[in-house]
């Protein structure tokens, strides 16, 4: 089955401590991006890939990091997450840029 | 930079139309999503388009005016199911970011 799989799903942590949202793609899909979702804000890009190892910054890029080392995954990383990070994230991919994209499920995370 | 602006809420009766109109301001233009997301869920793909004039989709249509920064979704015959938010996304011309707009939530009441 094609899909976006994004781990954790939920995950309640403590500023400062380093954490990671794996997403992973079966679909040979060149371009993955990173959002978050948040009320009244709708969803944002913070991160981009045109494919592997090509990454650049999407509207609300602090705070975070992103590698793509192999095409199938594109995990978030932050490094010292802080309260105003706490967020739903969406990774999604699509075959090439400008074509519409496929989500994974959501990672809701609270940073306390 | 792009500034997309969509209404926050609308209602409807099932069985009858309702329409979501979408505006955006962008230095460069290059083609707009309408995406469906129910509530707790990752956005599903509706429609895109990147020329002028009326896309038919089933139920679903989505209509773009490149030279008036508007674009509408239209749903016919709502359905129970209809309800959830419906968010507009533009894409750049140049770089390669897509911007969504806040999104619109559809409540359809029997």
């Known amino acids: 089955e094609a899909q976006v799989t994004q781990n954790p799903r939920y995950l309640i942590t403590v500023t400062g401590k380093k954490l990671t949202v794996t997403c992973s793609q079966n679909m040979n899909h060149e371009y993955m991006s990173w959002y978050r979702q948040d009320p009244g804000l709708g969803l944002r890009q913070i991160y981009y890939?045109?494919?592997?190892?090509?990454?650049d910054k999407g509207d609300v890029p602090e705070g975070y990091k992103v590698s793509r080392k192999e095409k199938r995954n594109f995990p978030l990383i932050l490094e010292s997450p802080s309260p105003n990070q706490t967020s739903l994230y969406f990774c999604?991919?699509?075959?090439?840029?400008?074509?519409?994209?496929?989500f994974g499920d959501g990672t809701r995370l609270s940073i306390l | 930079g792009q500034n997309i602006d969509q209404p926050t809420e609308m209602t409807a009766t099932e069985g009858a139309i309702v329409q979501i109109n979408c505006t955006y301001q962008?230095?460069?233009?290059?083609?707009l999503f309408w995406y469906q997301q129910h509530a707790g869920e990752a956005p599903t793909f509706l429609s895109y388009n990147v020329l002028d004039g009326l896309e038919e989709k089933g139920r679903f249509s989505s209509f773009l005016s490149r030279s008036k920064g508007y674009s509408y979704l239209l749903l016919k015959e709502l359905q129970m199911k209809d309800s959830a938010s419906y968010l507009c996304a533009v894409r750049e011309a140049a770089g390669n970011k897509l911007t969504f707009g806040g999104g619109t939530r559809v409540l359809v009441k029997p």
């Open positions: 962008t230095s460069g233009f290059n083609g």
């Open positions: 999604a991919s699509s075959l090439t840029w400008g074509q519409p994209q496929h």
């Open positions: 890939s045109m494919n592997v190892e090509v990454t």
